[in-house]
Antibody, heavy 119, light 108 residues
Framework: EVQLVESGGGLVKPGGSLRLSCVAS????????MSWVRQAPGKGLEWVGR??????????DYAAPVQGRFTISRDDSQNTVYLQMNSLKTEDTAVYYC??????????WGQGTLVTVSS | EIVLTQSPGTLSLSPGERATLSCRAS???????FAWYQQKPGQAPRLLIY???SRATGIPDRFSGSGSGTDFTLTISRLEPEDFAVYYC?????????FGQGTKLEIK
């Protein structure tokens, strides 16, 4: 089955860190460019960043609000993409989704994991 | 950064009516990397249309997408009760990938 499954969300204090994971199945993960998207409570969708495939350089891009605090990485041997979030702020509270946007049959999304940043 | 602006912000229609949702880009977007999503409360976004006009797997044919360049449209030919939700457009051809702010389709 083609799917993405996120995990690692939870409650963290401002200034803290959290690492999210997204496990892929049903497609050739090593060829995929992967993205993270978030949605704050009651708000719209916000792109967080992406990582290219290693064959395309494996480089990353980030949205301005998370640049320098968040890091996306991948482990192709585990079909997993990660989102390391440091120096978390209350405004980072959101459901975080991973996505495989460049799939031939259209973007694939996971079901999301909730991150709550609160003291 | 490509800014996507959706209109209207809210659309009030009755079941059986036709819905037309618009998404305008601040600069030209590759049609190959343009999508529409439906989202209901508490659920992940559901892919409706990709490549500007291709329906995703399992999407009813009352949903159709069109457009190119800077103007894109999602049309729902005859609204069913389950179609009332929030709809988002997205471009994923140019980083940063961006979303429209959403159109809420509500029952009149």
């Amino acid at each position: 089955e083609v799917q993405l499954v996120e995990s690692g969300g939870g409650l963290v204090k401002p200034g803290g860190s959290l690492r999210l994971s997204c496990v892929a199945s049903g497609f050739t993960f090593s060829d995929a460019w992967m993205s993270w998207v978030r949605q704050a409570p009651g708000k719209g969708l916000e792109w967080v960043g992406r990582i290219k495939s290693k064959t395309d350089g494996g480089t990353t891009d980030y949205a301005a609000p998370v640049q320098g605090r968040f890091t996306i990485s991948r482990d192709d041997s585990q079909n997993t993409v990660y989102l390391q979030m440091n120096s978390l702020k209350t405004e980072d509270t959101a459901v975080y989704y991973c996505s495989h946007p460049g799939r031939a049959a259209g973007p694939l999304w996971g079901q999301g994991t909730l991150v709550t940043v609160s003291s | 950064e490509i800014v996507l602006t959706q209109s209207p912000g809210t659309l009030s229609l009755s079941p059986g009516e036709r819905a037309t949702l618009s998404c305008r880009a601040s600069q030209s977007v590759s049609s190959s990397y343009f999508a529409w999503y439906q989202q209901k409360p508490g659920q992940a976004p559901r892919l409706l249309i990709y490549g500007a006009s291709s329906r995703a797997t399992g999407i009813p044919d009352r949903f159709s997408g069109s457009g190119s360049g800077t103007d894109f449209t999602l049309t729902i030919s005859r609204l069913e009760p389950e179609d009332f939700a929030v709809y988002y457009c997205q471009q994923y051809g140019s980083s940063p990938y961006t979303f429209g702010q959403g159109t809420k389709l509500e029952i009149k």
